[in-house]
């Protein structure tokens, strides 16, 4: 019998479509009816992530219209999609060489992490997973997912920069820049504006004496003070030009240098066009009024120069020996030339389809956990014990008490209080809250950790889900022979010194409450499937979780369940 060991594979009929194969199984590898170009598959997977994400891209949308300093990166998805299908050549994909092992052992640690960013983070950050918008690199780890289900390793080689790209439109990053540059670049452009606006001729601009950072113009005889705000200092149009500009860039033909020096003459650019914008509403102010410029032209005039700032910054290019144009006039040469087409094994459709079912399932499950920002988070005021805890409907707070001295355990921000809430025919409940600066103190002096400390026996350690992303943690103890519950939770909260983490602990007499009953307390929410997943697997990680206390602790847990419950509802209706 001849060997076959040297033989290569015989080509296929011309014409005919071929069966994709990343893995070694026959079965799974057999060709199907459906046959798409690899641009086509892409446009495919997209419009999949699209749907499945929309509650996430929704939100990042809306930022185009608010007046954030990130505002620009509702274009990044945009942007991004040109980049990747600009880029993506499936010849160059299929010449790579690759191993179907190691491709599945990638893509199940992909769909893990994806797992762990989408499901678990949110029930274990709870509102500060929005604050954060976790949610955003959860759905570039899904489409990475898919490209490698599909490609392999070779394809994630060849989207890697796009989806890399895309990771910019997480609006965290930006903000922690913000907060070291922007103070340094305020003064920079309000020493710049000082000294140009008084080169306008009519309009009488001179810098205030007695503001650094502002300028005076005269409005029907009334002196104006226009103030050059943190907001105002070009960093927003500077780093948006140069985020929208980097994949032209990484697109165009040029050197590595041609690229970085066109990217910083748009962020120089857009500064100097950002001072002239300054300038301008000053003198319209002048002219039509601090009422009108605000409503009319403020708005209007920043985003009228970015456009203008990014032509202009288009036109600029061939001086930086950079030719943006080059990948447009190659997809018009390459437009009449044939198109291959690969048929899919019935592998991929069906690894696809179950990653695109979960990432929709995954992230519609937060919206039910209800995305909040610093605007929309509960208010607490600082100055009074009895601020620091609202008290549910049907509940009402009969003792207030600061507590000093925990500065040294919560760090020098912080504000407790121990409270007292009373109902009809309800056992009393007993609050702690804690306010700080610094969350994590929380994990360092934790309530299990302080109870065992203390002597208390712990019974029982559950988590329980109060709606809106909340989880709070719920732990049946004893002091000495009496049974008693603590339910605790960490939010962050606005103050009028800004964001703080407030930890929340009601605690009630276990024995107490199962005499009396728990009475007419609102009905439990309810719990996305997802949630109650996560909190199982977080309960497993956990080295506290688990027992059962027994019947003597039932009527309290329900009690606090519901009380944390109408809490969480009532600071969140109290805040849309």
Partial sequence: MASTLGQQPAAPHDGAPTAIRRWGVPFLARPSRLALSDRGLLIVLLLAVTAAGWPSLGGLLALANGDTPVSFVALVPFMGVVFLLRRFDGARVRARPHDGFIDTIVLILLCALALAVLLLLPVMMSWDYWLDRLDVPGLVLLLTCLVVAAWGLPGLVEAGPALLYLLLAWPLPYLLL???????????????????????????????????????????????????????????????????????ALLGRGSWEARGMWLALGIALSWLVNVVRIVAIVAAVGLWGPGMTAALIHPVLGMILFALNFALLLTLAPLCHLDV????????????????????????????????????????????????????????????????FMAPQGWRQVDAQPIDGWAPLF????????????????????????????????????????????????????????????????????????????????????????????????????QATRLQGVGPTPASV?????????????????PWIGGNAGRVYQAADTLLQRLGQSEIAQELGSTS
């Fill in 526 to 542: 309810a719990v996305p499937p997802a949630q109650h997943l996560a909190d199982a697997f977080q309960e497993v990680l956990s």
């Fill in 325 to 388: 144009g080059a990948p447009w006039r190659a997809v018009r040469r390459a437009g009449t030339a044939g198109v291959a087409r690969h048929a899919l094994g019935l592998r991929i459709p069906l690894v696809l389809g179950v990653i695109v079912l979960a990432g929709a399932l995954f992230d519609n499950n937060l919206t039910q956990f209800r995305g909040v920002s610093e605007s929309t988070l509960p208010r607490v005021g600082l100055a009074r014990a009895d601020k620091l």
């Fill in 178 to 248: 913000y907060n070291r540059i922007i103070p340094a670049l305020t003064d920079v452009t309000a020493m710049a504006t000082r000294a140009v606006g008084p080169l306008l001729p009519f309009f009488g601009i001179q810098p205030d004496p007695q503001d650094a950072h502002a300028l005076l113009v005269t409005y029907q005889g009334h002196l104006n003070s226009v103030v050059v705000a943190q907001s105002c200092a070009g960093m927003n149009g500077a780093l948006g030009l140069a985020v929208i500009g980097l994949p032209i």
């Fill in 411 to 510: 760090g020098p921000s912080t504000v407790a209080a121990a409270l007292t809430i009373a109902a009809p025919r309800q056992s009393p409940v007993y609050v702690q809250a804690i306010l700080t600066r610094d969350p994590s103190t929380f994990n360092t002096y934790g309530v299990e950790d302080c109870y065992t400390f203390h002597g208390y026996t712990l019974r029982a350690v559950h988590h329980v889900a109060l709606g809106n992303g909340v989880t709070a943690t719920r732990i049946d103890f004893q002091d000495g022979p009496d049974p008693a519950v603590a339910l605790y939770w960490i939010q962050p909260v606005q103050t009028p010194q800004g964001l703080y983490h407030e930890r929340v602990i009601l605690i009630t007499d276990a």
